[in-house]
């Protein structure tokens, strides 16, 4: 996904398009329910009947197959608006460009000007990044509209304010966009209790880490320890990706 993030930006800097970062407010409520669409009303409404059960209209946070729902339903959407969905990266949507004057897609690019298609949309669960000309952007946020609740977007100008977009700092200048990770990265030491740490060329020394195979046992982590350790590699693959 990350790289697939840089290319989306690579290509709106080359063609000089409008870069625009949105959020979709509450995405699972706009899906419909996938599967069983009935559950047990939870212990807080203190029901008397407790043979009473509740049906979904929609999918609801904590429901296993609500993140699928959502992905379905903003795919349909989104082709219906007219855009194309990769078949490299699912996550990934472009606008065709139509040749006006016989009314065919163009099928070569060899330039910016006979650059094929006219938007781009990277997204990322309720987070979208939308690439494209002035045209193209304003159209899409417009029709959008009327199918899901979004965030103003934010538009990132040259040299304009920087905006955070899943934890990292983008900023625009002349012939590039600058990513910056610091953020980020100072929030998981912070998480972690590492801001002190001293930085390192290199994780460990030769044979610091090197356990006895018969005493390892005393070396292994509890569940709380697991999770926590398992989110640290999490975050920092997020970094180093």
């Not at 379905?72 to 969905?85: C, R």
């Not at 002035?134 to 920087?162: H, M, Q, R, V, W």
Request: hydrophobic residues 35%; aromatic residues 10%.
């Amino acid at each position: 996904m990350a790289e697939s993030i840089r290319l989306v930006i690579t290509l709106a800097v080359s063609n000089k398009w409008d870069i625009r970062f949105t959020d979709v407010s509450t995405v699972f409520l706009h899906a419909d329910v996938i599967g069983n669409p009935y559950i047990y009303p939870p212990e807080t409404e203190n029901l008397e009947n407790t043979n009473i059960i509740w049906k979904l209209n929609k999918a609801q946070y904590g429901l296993k197959s609500a993140p699928k729902a959502w992905n379905q339903h903003l795919t349909k959407v989104l082709k219906n608006l007219g855009w194309t969905q990769s078949i490299l990266d699912e996550c990934i949507f472009f606008k065709k460009k139509q040749n006006i004057e016989n009314n065919e897609e163009s099928e070569t690019a060899t330039t910016t000007d006979n650059f094929p298609i006219t938007g781009l949309i990277a997204v990322y669960v309720d987070d979208l990044i939308v690439c494209g000309t002035t045209e193209t952007t304003d159209e899409f946020y417009k029709e959008l509209e009327n199918s899901c609740t979004i965030s103003p977007p934010e538009c990132l100008e040259i040299d304009g304010t920087a905006v955070t977009f899943l934890g990292f700092q983008y900023s625009r200048h002349k012939d590039y966009v600058k990513i910056d990770p610091q953020e980020y990265v100072k929030k998981i030491l912070i998480a972690f209790y590492c801001m002190g740490c001293n930085p390192r060329t290199a994780p460990g020394q030769n044979l610091v880490f090197e356990i006895d195979k018969r005493e390892r046992e005393r070396y292994l982590l509890d569940k709380n320890e697991q999770k926590k350790y398992r989110k640290m590699v999490g975050q920092i693959l997020w970094v180093s990706s």
